[in-house]
């Protein structure tokens, strides 16, 4: 099932809107959920994360996402909703998105301010609900070689590679830049040496 969905600007990592949510008994997680799916919204934007579609793992849920025409589509779904779906689901509101006025995207300057936009992913994400409804499993069966293309990762190795990356960019110039396997980390090894 859908529980989240994040559409946000490329450029910049602005989340733009949201549509309403699953409510269920992850209430509480649903703040670190949106909060990982703005993180991955920015790595996005700065160039970290280069596939146009993507699903990242996270606890028991996949976050996917579809970059297109400079604005990022995510939604977060059961690691047992099938993925074919999710992705027709983000294609879907990537064409009401392309409807839209670019100009009007472009001002916006506050998170989650083009409030005009969740009642759209509000209509579309019903359609999503049942996953065996006639016009979802006809997506599901259609072009079922299209499904093995969209590369699939762990939030853990995407966290990973920020942490390296901050890391090699605090270190000196002198200092070089691979782990040392007497200290276990380059961070150590820079906090001695300093």
């Known amino acids: ?16 809107a949201q549509g309403p949510r699953y409510v269920n008994e992850e209430n509480d997680n649903f703040l670190c959920y949106k909060q990982q799916g703005e ?3 920015k790595e996005i934007s700065r160039g970290a994360l280069i596939p146009s579609m993507m699903t990242i793992r996270i606890d028991h849920h996949s976050l996917n996402y579809l970059i297109g025409n400079g604005a990022c589509f995510m939604t977060l779904c059961d690691s047992s909703y099938p993925r074919k779906l999710a992705f027709h ?7 009401e998105f392309e409807r839209l006025d670019n100009s009007l995207v472009e001002k916006i300057t506050r998170p989650y301010s083009f409030v005009k936009f969740d009642g759209v992913i509000g209509s579309i994400r019903k359609q999503y609900i049942d996953t065996r ?33 901050e ?28």
Not at 1 to 16: E, N, Q, S, W, Y
Not at 143 to 164: A, F, G, P, V, Y
Not at 167 to 194: D, F, H, K, Q
Request: overall charge positive; charged content about 25%.
């Open 39 to 41: 993180f991955i919204l």
């Open 89 to 95: 689901y983000l294609q879907d509101l990537q064409k």
């Open 133 to 165: 409804t006639q016009a979802n499993l006809s997506k599901l069966n259609a072009n079922r070689k299209k499904d093995l293309e969209i590369i699939t990762e762990h939030i853990s190795e995407i966290l990973q590679r920020k942490r390296n990356s």
């Open 1 to 16: 099932m859908v529980k989240i969905t994040i559409v946000g600007r490329v450029i910049d990592g602005l989340p733009l």
């Open 167 to 194: 890391i090699s960019e605090r270190l000196p110039a002198t200092t070089p830049r691979t782990a040392s396997p007497v200290w276990g980390s380059p961070l150590l090894e820079v906090l001695l040496l300093s």
